[in-house]
C-alpha cells in the first residue's frame, strides 16, 4: 500500500531542499520526523509538514494500520515556477533576480 502527499510551490529553491529530503529517504516515519523536528533549519518545515500529511492520509485511509511499519519509500523535490523580478543594480542599472520554487511529494509504502 502507498500513501502520498505533494506540496506545491513551496518558496525554498530545490537546490537546497534536496541534500535535506536525499536523507530522509529510505528511513522510516518515526525515525525521519525526529530527525526533522531536531534539525534546526527553517527548509525543513514544508518537508516535516508533508510528511505528517502522508502519515495522516494513510492513518485515515487504514485505522488498523501499523504506524511503525511505515517508511518513506519516495520523496523527490522538483523544480516550481520561478518568479523573476528587478532589483537595483550599481550606477542606476537593473539586476535581474530569481526566486525559484519547489515541488515536493512523497510516498510511504509499508515494510513487508
Known sequence: MNF???????????????PIVDVIRGKSVSQALAWLSTYQVKRVVPIRKLVESALANAVYAHEDLDVERLIVGEIKV????????????????????KKRTSHISVVLTVKA
Open 4 to 18: 502520498c502527499a505533494k506540496a506545491m510551490r513551496i518558496s525554498f529553491s530545490p537546490y537546497k531542499l534536496r
Open 78 to 97: 522538483d523544480q516550481g515556477p520561478t518568479r523573476k523580478y528587478f532589483k537595483p543594480g550599481a550606477m542606476g542599472r537593473a539586476m535581474p533576480q
